[in-house]
Every structure is written in structure tokens, then in C-alpha cells.
């Protein structure tokens, strides 16, 4: 069963005209086809700001994990240094 067709009429400069016949002959699909591909495929900027907000988060976040993780290893290489005073001076008979 064929579906029903809509003509939606589409204003555009000479020049841009060429380029969306050409490129739809390169690409070897009809210019209506070239046209809904486009439209669907079209995102505002809205999402762009969105994905930016959210690598932003993500930045902060590494940022704050590499912060904890750094944190974590100068306290484990205190620690090390205190064990490691605490067994020299019990290997040499000084415990206090």
C-alpha cells in the first residue's frame, strides 16, 4: 500500500540549490531524500550546550578523582615512611 506524499517547498539561494543538487548526485539518492536525511539528522544547539555542560561535569569530575587518588598515595607514602622508622628502630633495639 503507498503512503501519502506531502510536498514541502523548501526556499533556497541559486547558488545553494547547485550544491544540494550536487551533492545529492554524489551521494546517488534523490534531493528530496537528501533533504529529509538533513532534517532529521539537524540538532539544535540546545544539545550542543547540553553535551558541553556534560563534558564539563565530566572534567570536573576526573578532576576530582585524580585529586582523591593523589591525596590517598601521599597519605599511603607517609604512612610507609612511619612503618618504615617504626622497624629501623625496632630492628636496632630503640623501641619507644
Same mark, same amino acid.
Given at each position: 500500500?503507498?503512503?501519502?506524499?506531502?510536498?514541502?517547498?523548501?526556499?533556497?539561494?541559486?547558488?545553494?540549490?547547485?550544491?544540494?543538487?550536487?551533492?545529492?548526485?554524489?551521494?546517488?539518492?534523490?534531493?528530496?531524500?537528501?533533504?529529509?536525511?538533513?532534517?532529521?539528522?539537524?540538532?539544535?544547539?540546545?544539545?550542543? &550546550?547540553?553535551?558541553?555542560?556534560?563534558?564539563? &561535569?565530566?572534567?570536573?569530575?576526573?578532576?576530582?578523582?585524580?585529586?582523591?587518588?593523589?591525596?590517598?598515595?601521599?597519605?599511603?607514602?607517609?604512612?610507609?615512611?612511619?612503618?618504615?622508622?617504626?622497624? &629501623?628502630?625496632?630492628?636496632?633495639?630503640?623501641?619507644?
Amino acid at each position: 500500500m503507498a503512503s501519502a506524499v506531502q510536498r514541502i517547498v523548501v526556499q533556497a539561494s541559486a547558488q545553494d540549490k547547485k550544491s544540494i543538487v550536487a551533492k545529492a548526485k554524489k551521494l546517488d539518492i534523490p534531493m528530496s531524500e537528501l533533504m529529509r536525511r538533513g532534517a532529521f539528522a539537524y540538532q539544535s544547539g540546545e544539545a550542543d &550546550a547540553a553535551l558541553g555542560a556534560l563534558a564539563d &561535569a565530566a572534567k570536573a569530575a576526573a578532576e576530582r578523582a585524580g585529586a582523591a587518588i593523589d591525596g590517598a598515595l601521599d597519605f599511603i607514602e607517609a604512612s610507609n615512611r612511619r612503618i618504615a622508622a617504626m622497624e &629501623a628502630r625496632h630492628a636496632s633495639g630503640k623501641v619507644a
